[in-house]
């Protein structure tokens, strides 16, 4: 279904969404009226979903982000699932293996902030328990 040349787009699309067809094809060294045509069909195959904003590091420098380990009862679990959405600080909500059933990536303003979203987490029906670590710095991110 993938070629080695959609791996290629691909890659380049993960570092830099915004790349204009042109960009695209020289790299790719392919046409424009190609590479259009392959986005077109990843797009329309769904291997790519959307296109997503990256926040400069200005901002991000500003923000207190942690990963927060979720313990649900089993029979809440949808239940609970629903008021995680529902919290705009979740940035991404995995369900994992192990002794959580989810992790949850948070993004706050401040570490009182923080506090007060895992306290809030802990405080929902169907949440047994919680274990954060917060993220002191991102190595790499792709």
Not at 45 to 71: D, M, N, P
Not at 106 to 129: C, F
Request: proline share 0%; charged share 25%.
């Amino acid at each position: 279904m993938i070629n080695e040349k959609d791996e290629q787009l691909l890659s380049i699309l993960r570092t830099n969404a915004r790349a204009s067809i042109s960009d695209l094809a020289r790299v790719l060294n392919l046409s424009r009226s190609t590479v259009q045509n392959r986005l077109t069909k990843l797009e329309q195959s769904g291997v790519i979903k959307g296109y997503s904003l990256e926040f400069g590091s200005q901002y991000l420098s500003e923000r207190v982000c942690s990963h927060v380990a979720i313990k649900v009862r089993q029979k809440l679990t949808a239940k609970t699932n629903k008021q995680l959405r529902l919290i705009s600080q979740i940035a991404e909500l995995y369900a994992i293996s192990g002794e959580f059933d989810l992790i949850a990536v948070l993004e706050a303003q401040s570490l009182e902030q923080l506090s007060k979203l895992l306290d809030d987490i802990g405080n929902l029906e169907g949440v047994e328990r919680t274990n954060s670590s917060v993220i002191l710095e991102t190595k790499f991110k792709r």
